[in-house]
C-alpha cells in the first residue's frame, strides 16, 4: 500500500459544485501539504498543516479550503469549483517542514 | 523573496549521453535543496537532497548534484543517462526559518535512442 493515498485519481464536474480530495499517510508525519501543479508552473502550495490544530495558508489559497481531520487526513475542498481550478492536485507529507516530503499519486480534477 | 528557478523547461538528450538540469536559488541564508523527478502519471519522488556538509551529493538512480554557494545553483547531474530517465524533474528550496518551501517550474527530459 501506498504511503500517501489520494482520492479520488480523477474527477470531473461542472462549475459550482463542491468538490473534496481526501488524503490519507500512513508515515506518521505531523505535516501534511496540498499543492496544485499546472503545466509551466510547477507545483504551488495551497494550504499546509503542522498538526490536526494548526493549518495555514500557502501561496494560492484563495477559492479553496483544508481539514485537518486527524493526523493521518488532510482533505481539500472546492467550495464552488471554477474551471481555473482544472489542475493536477497533490498532497504530501513530512516530518519536519523543510524536510523530504513523500507525495501521493496526485488527483486529475476538471471542472467544466 | 526567496525563489527557485529552472532555465530549461524542455531537454532532449541522447541515450548514454552526460545530463546537467539547472536549478538557480534566491535565498538569503543556507537553505534546504532537493531534486525531484516526476515519472508520468506518478508523484513526485525524491531524487537528493542538500542540508550541509559536502556540497556534492549523491542520490538515487546514478544522479549527483552540487551546491555552489557563490553562484547560487544547485545542478543536477548523470554521467549516462537511460532511457527510463526521461521525466519532468523539479528543484526545490525550504527553509525552516519562515516555513518557506518553493518548487521550480520543472525541466521536461526526453532520452532519444
Known amino acids: 500500500d501506498a504511503d500517501v493515498t489520494q482520492t479520488p485519481r480523477n474527477r470531473i464536474t461542472k462549475t459550482g459544485k463542491r468538490i473534496m480530495l481526501e488524503c490519507s499517510q500512513t508515515?506518521?508525519?505531523?505535516?501534511m501539504y496540498w499543492y496544485r501543479q499546472d503545466p509551466g508552473l510547477g507545483l504551488r502550495l495551497i494550504y499546509y498543516?503542522?498538526?490536526?490544530?494548526?493549518?495555514n495558508k500557502g501561496e494560492i489559497s484563495d477559492g479553496y479550503s483544508v481539514s485537518r481531520q486527524a493526523q493521518a487526513k488532510f482533505s481539500l475542498s472546492l467550495e464552488s469549483a471554477i474551471p481555473n481550478q482544472t489542475a493536477l492536485y497533490f498532497c504530501?507529507?513530512?516530518?519536519?517542514?523543510?524536510?523530504?516530503?513523500?507525495f501521493g499519486a496526485g488527483t486529475r480534477l476538471s471542472v467544466l | 523573496a526567496q525563489s527557485v528557478t529552472q532555465p530549461d523547461i524542455h531537454i532532449t538528450v541522447s541515450e548514454g549521453a552526460s545530463l546537467e538540469l539547472r536549478c538557480n536559488y534566491s535565498?538569503?541564508?543556507?537553505?534546504?535543496l532537493f531534486w525531484y523527478v516526476q515519472s508520468p502519471g506518478q508523484g513526485l519522488q525524491l531524487l537528493l537532497k542538500?542540508?550541509?556538509?559536502?556540497?556534492l551529493v549523491q542520490g538515487i538512480k546514478g544522479f549527483e548534484a552540487e551546491f555552489k554557494r557563490s553562484q547560487s545553483s544547485f545542478n543536477l547531474r548523470k554521467p549516462s543517462v537511460h532511457w527510463s530517465d526521461a521525466a519532468e524533474y523539479f528543484c526545490?528550496?525550504?527553509?525552516?526559518?519562515?516555513?518557506?518551501?518553493?518548487f521550480g517550474t520543472g525541466t521536461s527530459l526526453t532520452v532519444i535512442p
Open positions: 542538500y542540508f550541509s556538509g559536502d556540497t
Open positions: 535565498y538569503g541564508a543556507t537553505p534546504y
Open positions: 498543516s503542522f498538526d490536526v490544530k494548526d493549518i
Open positions: 508515515k506518521g508525519h505531523d505535516r
Open positions: 504530501a507529507t513530512s516530518d519536519w517542514f523543510a524536510d523530504i516530503q513523500y
Open positions: 526545490a528550496v525550504g527553509s525552516n526559518t519562515g516555513n518557506q518551501f518553493y
